[in-house]
């Protein structure tokens, strides 16, 4: 237990800095870098929030989330699926680089996974609009659980086969359709079951069944 919890405090510390030298690396060129985080109170968002709050000034760094924080860092309280308050928030502070953080992982999104669904989708899709809208760059995170036991496990493409084993990792080339009646159909393998479900068009996932 103690060596598993150490490895996942790593790949968190990694994935840290690994997104701090991304961010550094896409401000380069920005006179005044600033950025609008989302999910700010999340694994990431409180580490990074502070980090860039310390480089670039607490002024260029606004953090949201629907519960306030309790580290010391320009805060305003934002429901990301209010496409009209994140959208006046983002006019407001006209950041150069939205960072959207703010969604629901696999756990405890398998326990209400329509809202995880539509939180996860529907608020990329705003931040997305936003970032067009004021010209400014996104940031987006993945997650290790977009990766299937199909997936290569030994140096892992950047390019390869996703076919995530949890319904609320929906894969960019992947309708929520496809998804759930794939899902559905490694879950449940009746005959009745197979045959009510692949009369719906599942593209090139026809072959597994």
Same mark, same amino acid.
């Given at each position: 237990?103690?060596?598993?919890?150490?490895?996942?405090?790593?790949?968190?510390?990694?994935?840290?800095?690994?997104?701090?030298?991304?961010?550094?690396?896409?401000?380069?060129?920005?006179?005044?870098?600033?950025?609008?985080?989302?999910?700010?109170?999340?694994?990431?968002?409180?580490?990074?929030?502070?980090?860039?709050?310390?480089?670039?000034?607490?002024?260029?760094?606004?953090?949201?989330?629907?519960?306030?924080?309790?580290?010391?860092?320009?805060?305003?309280?934002?429901?990301?699926?209010?496409?009209?308050?994140?959208?006046?928030?983002?006019?407001?502070?006209?950041?150069?680089?939205?960072?959207? #953080?703010?969604?629901?992982?696999?756990?405890?999104? *398998?326990?209400?996974?329509?809202?995880? $669904? @539509? +939180?996860? !989708?529907? %608020?990329?899709?705003?931040?997305?609009?936003?970032?067009?809208?004021?010209?400014?760059?996104?940031?987006?995170?993945?997650?290790?659980?977009?990766?299937?036991?199909?997936?290569?496990?030994?140096?892992?493409?950047?390019?390869?086969?996703?076919?995530?084993?949890?319904?609320?990792?929906?894969?960019?080339?992947?309708?929520?359709?496809?998804?759930?009646?794939?899902? #559905?159909?490694?879950?449940?393998?009746?005959?009745? *079951?197979?045959?009510?479900?692949?009369? $719906? @068009? +599942?593209? !090139?996932? %026809?072959?597994?069944?």
């Amino acid at each position: 237990y103690m060596l598993a919890k150490v490895k996942t405090l790593r790949n968190l510390a990694s994935s840290i800095q690994m997104t701090h030298n991304l961010l550094r690396n896409m401000s380069t060129q920005q006179k005044q870098s600033r950025f609008l985080i989302t999910g700010a109170n999340g694994q990431i968002g409180t580490e990074l929030g502070n980090k860039l709050s310390e480089k670039y000034g607490k002024q260029n760094v606004l953090c949201t989330d629907i519960i306030e924080p309790k580290f010391d860092v320009q805060f305003e309280k934002l429901n990301v699926l209010d496409r009209n308050h994140f959208r006046q928030i983002g006019i407001n502070f006209k950041p150069t680089c939205i960072i959207h #953080l703010a969604a629901i992982l696999s756990a405890k999104g *398998e326990q209400d996974i329509d809202f995880a $669904i @539509k +939180l996860n !989708n529907e %608020s990329f899709k705003i931040a997305l609009d936003l970032s067009v809208e004021l010209n400014s760059q996104i940031f987006v995170p993945s997650t290790i659980g977009v990766f299937g036991p199909t997936s290569p496990k030994v140096m892992t493409p950047n390019e390869t086969v996703l076919i995530p084993v949890s319904y609320t990792h929906l894969r960019a080339h992947e309708t929520p359709e496809h998804l759930v009646c794939r899902l #559905l159909l490694e879950k449940k393998k009746t005959t009745t *079951e197979l045959t009510v479900v692949t009369s $719906i @068009k +599942l593209g !090139n996932y %026809s072959r597994e069944l």
